[in-house]
């Protein structure tokens, strides 16, 4: 049984930078693939990105890719999400997931976290 809590969002202006964390119970956390998610209101939950126990495979959604970097220190049973050049359509509650198998489909993952709200303003 693994237990996610996220941390890290709040507010910012078009162009600022977040950093989310998610911070996991359980000594087994580095052996999961953990994956970043988000849900804006109205709209499906998205994928964002993930990583895999080792750190060595990262993927993400291309309209992110060179804004968002994927991370994890197991060390800490952490991992995170830095956000950077932040747009307003980036706004939605973020979740971080964990699961068995390397995949970008919210179903694959076993575990979830609550949720951290980060809105952009314009």
């Known amino acids: 049984q693994v237990q996610l809590v996220e941390s890290g969002g709040g507010l910012v202006q078009a162009g600022g930078s977040l950093r989310l964390s998610c911070t996991a119970s359980?000594?087994?956390?580095?052996?999961?693939?953990t994956g970043w998610f988000r849900q804006a209101p109205g709209k499906e939950r998205e994928f964002v990105a993930h990583?895999?126990?080792?750190?060595?495979?990262?993927s993400y959604t291309d309209s992110m890719k060179g804004r968002f970097t994927i991370s994890r220190d197991n060390a800490k049973n952490t991992v995170y999400l830095q956000m950077n050049s932040l747009k307003p359509e980036d706004t939605a509650v973020y979740y971080c997931a964990a699961g068995n198998r390397v995949s970008s489909t919210a179903e694959e993952y076993d575990y979830w976290g609550q949720g951290t709200q980060v809105t952009v303003s314009s």
């Open positions: 990583i895999t126990g080792s750190g060595f495979l990262i």
């Open positions: 359980g000594r087994t956390f580095r052996s999961y693939v």
